[in-house]
């Protein structure tokens, strides 16, 4: 059985990708947290383990997320 992740394949499968994780990760935090001040403690949590850009990143695809779903609602 072949490897399909990024280290050991030239072209990895999907689940193997971080653009496969950034977005798992988006829909997970939307599921998981109810509330803003939820989110909020989840964003400062990723800013000390990861930086300000992950967390930037995270935090802007979530309202992007947040906007999509608002949209579907009305």
Same mark, same amino acid.
């Given at each position: 059985?072949?490897?399909?992740?990024? $280290?050991?394949?030239?072209?990895? %499968?999907?689940? !193997?990708? @971080?653009? &496969? #994780?950034?977005?798992?990760?988006?829909?997970?935090?939307?599921?998981?947290?109810?509330?803003?001040?939820?989110? /909020? %403690? !989840?964003?400062?949590?990723? @800013? /000390?383990? #990861?930086?300000? %850009? %992950?967390? &930037? +990143?995270?935090?802007? $695809?979530?309202?992007?997320?947040?906007? /999509? +779903?608002?949209g579907k609602a009305e």
């Open positions: 059985m072949t490897c399909h992740c990024i $280290d050991c394949s030239e072209t990895p %499968a999907l689940t !193997y990708t @971080e653009r &496969h #994780r950034h977005e798992t990760e988006v829909r997970e935090v939307m599921r998981r947290f109810g509330t803003k001040e939820q989110i /909020k %403690a !989840y964003l400062e949590g990723i @800013e /000390k383990k #990861r930086g300000f %850009a %992950a967390m &930037h +990143r995270l935090r802007m $695809d979530l309202l992007r997320e947040w906007e /999509k +779903r608002k």
